[in-house]
């Protein structure tokens, strides 16, 4: 079965202080790899999205990378204005295009 | 000018009442979705549409009925509403392999 694990669920940075959340993934035949923001009350936002292994993209302060197994979101020097929770999506094959989601980490930054 | 658009934001309606939650994105997309997030935050696909026909149905009950009247409209429709269909209700559309959300609606049932 297609699946997603998100790690950590919470985690509480000072401003400035880098690190990485981590997506690891199951699925038959990876279509593509998606990160995606979302504040309170809001709708998903888009980040980005990795189709292979080695595949790396960079926003701003965000850099998402791919292996065969796993994601990681890096977030360098962070600023309050970061904080939202991050959610990772893999597409599987089979053509229907649906997401499949993980349960998000939600980051705290903290001046 | 929004890209996808929900309304209503919030609902709150009795156990047992039918109600509606309509979807229409302005970006030109063939396929568009509606998701579920409960309350531990997971979002779950629902429904998939591609220009307006049923292309993906994840066992939802048939409480639920979407409805495409066009290509850029997705409304769903609910029931005899039951106190654990509370949860946030998100429509999506897609033109390739990313999706694009509106921004919620809230439903409470009471």
């Known amino acids: 079965e297609d699946q997603v694990t998100q790690s950590p669920e919470a985690l509480r940075l000072q401003e400035g202080e880098s690190s990485s959340l981590n997506c690891s993934y199951t699925?038959?035949?990876?279509?593509?790899l998606f990160w995606y923001r979302q504040d309170p009350g809001k709708g998903p936002e888009f980040l980005f999205t990795?189709?292979?292994a080695g595949e790396e993209k960079e926003k701003e302060r965000l850099k998402a990378t791919l292996t065969k197994k796993e994601s990681f979101l890096h977030i360098t020097a962070p600023k309050p204005e970061d904080s939202a929770t991050y959610l990772c999506?893999?597409?599987?094959?089979?053509?229907?295009?649906?997401?499949?989601f993980g349960a998000g980490t939600r980051l705290a930054v903290h001046p | 000018d929004t890209a996808v658009s929900q309304t209503p934001k919030y609902l709150v309606t009795q156990m047992g009442n039918d109600k509606s939650i309509k979807c229409e994105q302005n970006?030109?997309?063939?396929?568009m979705y509606w998701y579920k997030q409960d309350s531990k935050k997971f979002l779950k696909i629902m429904f998939s549409?591609?220009?307006?026909?049923?292309?993906i149905n994840e066992t939802v009950p048939n409480r639920f009925s979407p409805k495409s009247p066009d290509k850029a409209h997705l409304n769903l429709h609910i029931n005899s509403l039951e106190l654990g269909d509370s949860a946030v209700y998100f429509c999506?559309?897609?033109?390739?392999?990313?999706?694009?959300f509106g921004q919620g609606t809230r439903l409470t049932v009471v």
């Open positions: 970006l030109g997309h063939d396929t």
């Open positions: 990795l189709y292979s």
């Open positions: 999506a559309t897609g033109g390739g392999t990313e999706a694009f």
């Open positions: 699925v038959s035949g990876l279509r593509g």
């Open positions: 999506a893999v597409q599987a094959g089979g053509g229907y295009n649906k997401l499949i």
């Open positions: 549409y591609n220009n307006k026909e049923l292309i």
